[in-house]
């Protein structure tokens, strides 16, 4: 927001006229006046000119009205800055983030502080632009270092993991009660087998599988029996049967014109051929075509294996002799000493691992 002093024509201030021009004032206005009418007859309206004098109507609407200070309490006007709208060009235009990201990695080094800073801003926009936020773009998280365990964790995981490797415990089975001993019941259990009795479901006791023949008959699997059909009767009813016209009328067969079929040998030409005449296009084209002696086929030259004079004269270019050069490929698969032994592996030292696999294994005869 800025304030300006403005002083529209409504409010001009004019220097007031000194005493000795007052006698002449009235003289001047008259003449002005006949200058007035002597110009306003001169000047011919025409209508073109009238039509192309008016303004255009815009459709833009102005960003206030003016007023005139003297009506209000200060000669100031206030005039707001507009916001600025985000059309989808701008929208869109914004660099990707992960692209600033990239090259503010880059050159990180290479550019001051004050250029930096003018990158992050633009990766803010980006990231904060309506489109990146409908597509749910976020910022690339840096990888966790994931840190290495000590002797102490391992050892506690080492343990863990002979836990977890033992076989599991069967349950142990509830030795039998012998019923012929009496006991007295407990109080608990008697609370607990009538609390059970009114507020859980009892066991159903089920059929043993013995007894169960509905269950052995169902099981069985079914039995289809295969209907063999009857042979074919002349019965009355088709025997007294009368065929309809429509049946007679389909049932005969089609009868097809055979000259439609059958054409004669040679086939007559029609006359709108014989009558044709070619025009200077079907007439160049039904030429042969013409090779000249530079044009002809290896096979048809009289001398095929002439090599022509250009080509004797010809002189092969720096890139066509580089070309021409065969590569050189090293040949990395054969050794030039294979039984040389590197100092490496002069020096390794096997594992209890390798040394338990190195032994031969031990057949019984």
């Known amino acids: 927001m800025w304030r300006k002093e403005t002083k529209p024509k409504c409010c001009e201030e004019h220097e007031s006229l000194p005493k000795q021009m007052q006698c002449f004032w009235p003289e001047v206005c008259e003449e002005l006046q006949k200058l007035k009418c002597r ?20 459709m833009k609407v102005n960003r206030f009205v003016r007023t005139c200070p003297c009506k209000l309490e200060k000669s100031i006007e206030i005039s707001r800055l507009d916001e600025r709208k985000h059309t989808r060009t701008e929208q869109l235009a914004y660099p990707k983030a992960r692209q600033l990201l990239l090259f503010k990695e880059e050159a990180r080094t290479l550019f001051d502080p004050f250029r930096n800073a003018n990158l992050n801003r633009l990766i803010r926009k980006s990231l904060f632009s309506m489109y990146s936020r409908l597509a749910n773009v976020q910022p690339p998280k840096r990888k966790k270092v994931i840190p290495k365990w000590d002797l102490k964790e391992w050892a506690h995981h080492t343990i863990k993991l002979n836990k977890l490797a033992k076989p599991k415990k069967p349950k142990k089975i509830p030795k039998e009660v012998n019923t012929c001993e009496y006991r007295r019941p407990s109080s608990t259990w008697i609370l607990r087998t009538i609390f059970s009795f009114f507020f859980y479901r009892q066991p159903s006791k089920r059929m043993p599988l013995k007894s169960m023949k509905r269950f052995k008959y169902l099981a069985e699997p079914k039995k289809h029996e295969l209907l063999e059909k009857p042979e074919w009767t002349l019965t009355d009813v088709m025997y007294r049967y009368k065929a309809s016209q429509r049946l007679i009328s389909l049932s005969r067969p089609v009868k097809f014109d055979e000259t439609k079929f059958i054409r004669p040998l040679p086939e007559p030409i029609p006359e709108s051929v014989l009558k044709a005449v070619a025009t200077a296009r079907t007439k160049s084209l039904a030429h042969p075509t013409s090779r000249g002696t530079k044009s002809a086929l290896a096979d048809i030259k009289e001398n095929p294996f002439s090599v022509s004079p250009l080509a004797i004269k010809y002189k092969a270019t720096k890139r066509i002799k580089d070309l021409a050069e065969p590569r050189e490929y090293e040949n990395k698969h054969i050794r030039d000493n294979p039984y040389s032994i590197s100092p490496a592996a002069l020096k390794a030292k096997a594992s209890p691992r ?7 294994k031990v057949r019984s005869s």
């Not at 110009?39 to 815009?58: C, D, E, G, T, W």
Request: glycine fraction near 0%.
């Open 39 to 58: 110009h306003v007859k001169r000047f011919v309206k025409r209508k073109r000119l009238m039509k192309l004098a008016v303004p255009l109507r815009s």
């Open 354 to 360: 390798t040394i338990s696999l190195a032994k031969p």
